[in-house]
């Protein structure tokens, strides 16, 4: 499977960004996918995750209540609504595919990612 990652850009804080990973040419409807961030100097940490089939969702604490994850398995497609943005939000955000087990936290639980899209908040 391939993701294609889109929705970044430049937002002042407070604002929102809705992101779109699309997935094409592999296995999607039954996985686990994930949203993670990396900052600049930073290691790749998990923002969101959702089960297979939707009925399950996973934060970080930092964005609780703010961010929601959702996946569209007709479509083949994981959005990130993001809300109430914070300088703090900066980074590079990646979609991936989890595998048939693992943390949702854990990166190297993913097998396939996406090749990032760059979210500025500006203060």
């Known amino acids: 499977v391939q993701l294609q990652a889109s929705g970044g850009g430049l937002v002042q804080a407070g604002g929102s960004l809705r992101l779109s990973c699309a997935a094409s040419g592999g296995a999607f409807s039954a996985h686990a996918m994930g949203w993670f961030r990396q900052a600049p100097g930073n290691k790749r940490d998990l923002v969101a995750a959702?089960?297979?089939?939707?009925?399950?969702?996973t934060y970080a604490d930092s964005v609780k209540g703010r961010f929601t994850i959702s996946r569209d398995n007709i479509g083949t497609t994981v959005y990130l609504q993001m809300n109430a943005l914070k300088p703090e939000d900066t980074g590079v955000y990646y979609c991936?595919?989890?595998?048939?087990?693992?943390?949702?936290?854990?990166?190297?639980?993913?097998?396939?990612w996406g090749q990032g899209t760059l979210v500025t908040v500006s203060s």
């Open positions: 991936a595919r989890r595998r048939d087990s693992g943390s949702y936290f854990y990166s190297g639980a993913y097998d396939t």
């Open positions: 959702i089960r297979w089939d939707g009925g399950r969702t």
